[in-house]
């Protein structure tokens, strides 16, 4: 089946020390968005590519950037890990921006912060 | 600003219905989003209506959208314990590719 694949489902990392999560995709979509979930919460939109255009959220902090290599893989790297760090992180991807378009959900990575 | 409202816990027994609520605010064209979130996993996409449907229905779940108070339901027929998750409902509105999300309803079935 075609899908949104997030890899590890778990990372433990320390204060402070860089830490990059993936998502591939095998759907062909041009968009791959990351979001970030804290307990209880919705998702909150980090950035977005669309090809290989970055989009960053206005409020999304400097410690948080992308990379998508290819169509099919995209990566979240934290600089230097806060303990308010620590949440799910979500990697989707849509066909397009249409707003017909629904969004495609992996099944995330738990970050933890030692 | 644009805003999306859910009540927070809805508990209902096996075989009942269920019924989860949304209110959005803003009042352009727009697509309106279900998607079911398992514990630990990701966000599965359930249905989505346009704004000039008033209702949906595709096999257990049904889609009712009033445009005029702006509400937005999903009714869950035969409710089962795999049910069970937290149910989002997301808008998306004319000119822009973002997602607004609700705060999700938490579905307790009970056997």
Same mark, same amino acid.
Not at chain 1, 20 to 37: D, G, I
Not at chain 1, 90 to 113: M, Y
Not at chain 2, 81 to 93: L, V
């Given at each position: +089946?075609? !899908?949104?694949?997030?890899?590890?489902?778990?990372?433990?990392?320390?204060?402070?020390?860089?830490?990059? %999560?993936?998502? $591939?995709?095998?759907?062909?979509?041009?968009? !791959?968005?990351?979001?970030?979930?804290?307990?209880?919460?919705?998702?909150? &939109?980090?950035?977005?590519?669309? +090809?290989? +255009?970055?989009?960053?959220?206005?409020?999304?902090?400097?410690?948080?950037? $992308?990379?998508?290599?290819?169509? $099919?893989?995209?990566?979240?790297?934290?600089?230097?890990?806060?303990?308010?760090?620590?949440? !799910?992180? %979500?990697?989707?991807?849509?066909?397009?921006?249409?707003?017909?378009?629904?969004?495609?959900?992996?099944?995330?990575?738990? %970050? $933890?912060? &030692? | 600003?644009?805003?999306?409202?859910?009540?927070?816990?809805?508990?209902?027994?096996?075989?009942?219905?269920?019924? /989860?609520?949304? *209110?959005?605010?803003?009042?352009?064209?727009?697509?309106?989003?279900?998607?079911?979130?398992?514990?630990?996993?990701?966000?599965?996409?359930?249905?989505?209506?346009?704004?000039?449907?008033?209702?949906?229905?595709?096999?257990?779940? *049904?889609?009712?959208?009033?445009?005029?108070?702006?509400?937005?339901?999903?009714? /869950?027929?035969?409710?089962?314990?795999?049910?069970?998750?937290?149910?989002?409902?997301?808008?998306? *509105?004319?000119? *822009?590719?973002?997602? /607004?999300?609700?705060?999700?309803?938490?579905?307790?079935?009970?056997?």
């Amino acid at each position: +089946d075609a !899908m949104v694949i997030q890899n590890p489902r778990y990372q433990v990392t320390q204060f402070g020390k860089p830490v990059t %999560l993936s998502c $591939s995709q095998t759907l062909n979509h041009n968009v !791959m968005y990351w979001y970030q979930q804290k307990s209880s919460q919705a998702p909150k &939109l980090l950035f977005h590519y669309y +090809d290989k +255009d970055f989009n960053n959220e206005a409020d999304t902090p400097d410690n948080f950037q $992308s990379r998508r290599p290819n169509t $099919s893989f995209c990566f979240l790297d934290i600089r230097s890990p806060g303990l308010g760090d620590a949440a !799910m992180y %979500l990697c989707a991807t849509s066909r397009n921006r249409e707003r017909v378009q629904p969004q495609h959900f992996g099944d995330g990575t738990r %970050l $933890s912060i &030692l | 600003g644009e805003d999306v409202e859910q009540s927070l816990f809805l508990s209902v027994r096996e075989g009942d219905s269920s019924v /989860i609520n949304c *209110t959005y605010t803003d009042s352009s064209s727009t697509y309106l989003y279900w998607y079911k979130q398992e514990p630990g996993a990701g966000l599965q996409l359930l249905t989505y209506i346009f704004s000039n449907m008033d209702m949906k229905q595709d096999q257990r779940l *049904t889609v009712l959208l009033n445009k005029k108070d702006k509400h937005l339901s999903l009714r /869950i027929a035969d409710t089962q314990t795999g049910d069970s998750a937290i149910y989002f409902c997301a808008e998306r *509105t004319s000119g *822009t590719y973002k997602y /607004i999300f609700g705060t999700g309803t938490r579905l307790k079935v009970l056997a």
